[in-house]
């Protein structure tokens, strides 16, 4: 059913339709393509007595938010996050009222593209108050094993993992024969389904593909066997035949992914996963650009003064990276009536806790410290606050 959707739908927002001239037609072709796709999915579970889904394939869009399409000028976007969210919100209106049973975001290849839809799923659901499961589903372009905005599949996943989505997984691009690797690092690390729909090999130079339902199949198997998936299915040049073979090959097959337990640490992704595993002695974080620690800052961002803004964020990568070895680092952390202050510098660590009147007293010598330039000094605004309430009362 779902290919039968995804054709429909990848072109679903006023973004890609725009080539066509059929902006006005989005809430129709979306509404219609999911009405379609459900009548079709309840013949099938009428004639076959199995429960048949019907997924809204919500594409990537034919403009991307974080490369430039200019090549003489990086900055350079020919679309805003908001205006990203606004074409997904009225394509998620016409797939759901058509009949949808989950939304799929899929052929992630920019995930600033995919944030944007699951925002605007968000912000529908809250605004229509219905809620459906949603399928998050990336593509991995080449064998860098990176989406084309540079992410490693971990990376990817920890950037789309607040989402709390049914699935993640793997689709178009590659095909099974190349895409296996990818598939165990990303059900190594994800703790919810997985899935994949691969493509029936790459493209060839005709623009067709070679991959027969025999030949495809057996991997889709040895996946489902191997616990690297839940979920299957094919994209790309994949046919009915396709989509029979693989249903048959995983039919006797007992899932054997079980959702790996992730220890509670702090996740985050840049092109590559960064996390605060035990392990982690210790990280530098620069908070130079913070407009609540920085006036100066602030009022660069005020001023719309972008320029000066990203100088200061290019001199503390410059400080940074000079930097033999870490400088000294003092953080305060507010816990209910205590604060804790932590200092890390080059030969030691220092935990304490402090009365508020002391931590008065760090403040003020923390504040003077020119040569600190670390986390605290965005905490200090939120917890001054507090340190004058409590101060009162000591
Ligand atoms: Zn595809």
């Given at each position: 059913m779902h290919t039968i959707c995804g054709h429909y739908l990848w072109a679903g927002t006023w973004v890609a339709q725009a080539d066509y001239a059929l902006e006005h037609m989005v809430y129709d072709i979306n509404y219609k393509s999911a009405k379609l796709c459900k009548m079709a999915a309840m013949e099938v579970e009428k004639a076959t007595g199995r429960r048949r889904f019907c997924a809204g394939a919500i594409g990537p869009t034919?403009?991307?938010?974080?490369?430039?399409?200019?090549v003489e000028n990086?900055?350079?976007?020919?679309?805003?996050f908001m205006e990203l969210v606004g074409a997904y919100k009225d394509q998620v209106r016409g797939l759901v009222d058509g009949g949808c049973d989950m939304l799929f975001v899929e052929t992630i290849f920019d995930t600033l593209n995919a944030k944007a839809a699951l925002f605007a799923i968000d912000v529908f659901f809250e605004e229509y108050e219905v809620k459906m499961p949603v399928v998050i589903s990336g593509t991995i372009?080449?064998?860098?094993?990176?989406?084309?905005?540079?992410?490693t599949t971990e990376a990817f996943w920890i950037s789309v993992?607040?989402?709390?989505?049914?699935c993640v997984g793997l689709n178009c691009a590659l095909g099974p024969d190349q895409m296996r690797p990818f598939m165990t690092r990303l059900a190594n690390c994800a703790t919810c389904y997985t899935h994949a729909y691969p493509n029936a090999g790459l493209p060839n130079a005709?623009?067709?593909?070679?991959?027969g339902p025999k030949d495809m199949a057996p991997h889709l198997r040895s996946w489902a066997q191997d616990g690297l998936v839940n979920l299957v299915g094919g994209c790309c040049g994949t046919t009915p035949d396709h989509i029979k073979a693989i249903a048959d090959a995983v039919?006797?097959?007992?899932?054997?992914?079980k959702i790996p337990d992730q220890p509670e640490y702090m996740r985050l992704s840049g092109l590559e996963p960064m996390i605060f595993t035990p392990e982690v002695r210790f990280a530098n974080i620069g908070e130079r650009c913070n407009v609540a620690g920085s006036i100066r800052f602030k009022k660069m961002v005020v001023a719309n003064d972008w320029g000066k803004a990203a100088e200061v964020a290019q001199n503390q990568v410059y400080t940074l990276s000079s930097a033999r070895s870490f400088m000294s680092v003092c953080i305060y952390i507010y816990l209910s009536y205590i604060y804790i202050y932590i200092y890390i510098s080059r030969n030691s660590c220092t935990v304490m806790y402090v009365s508020p009147r002391m931590c008065i007293e760090y403040i003020s010598r923390t504040v003077s410290d020119a040569s600190c330039w670390c986390g605290w000094c965005c905490m200090r605004l939120c917890c001054s606050d507090r340190v004058y309430k409590y101060s009162k009362d000591v």
């Open positions: 034919n403009r991307t938010l974080s490369i430039s399409p200019k990086a900055a350079f976007r020919n679309i805003t372009v080449d064998m860098s094993g990176r989406t084309l905005s540079g992410q993992s607040h989402a709390n989505p049914l005709m623009g067709g593909y070679d991959m039919a006797d097959v007992k899932p054997a992914r």
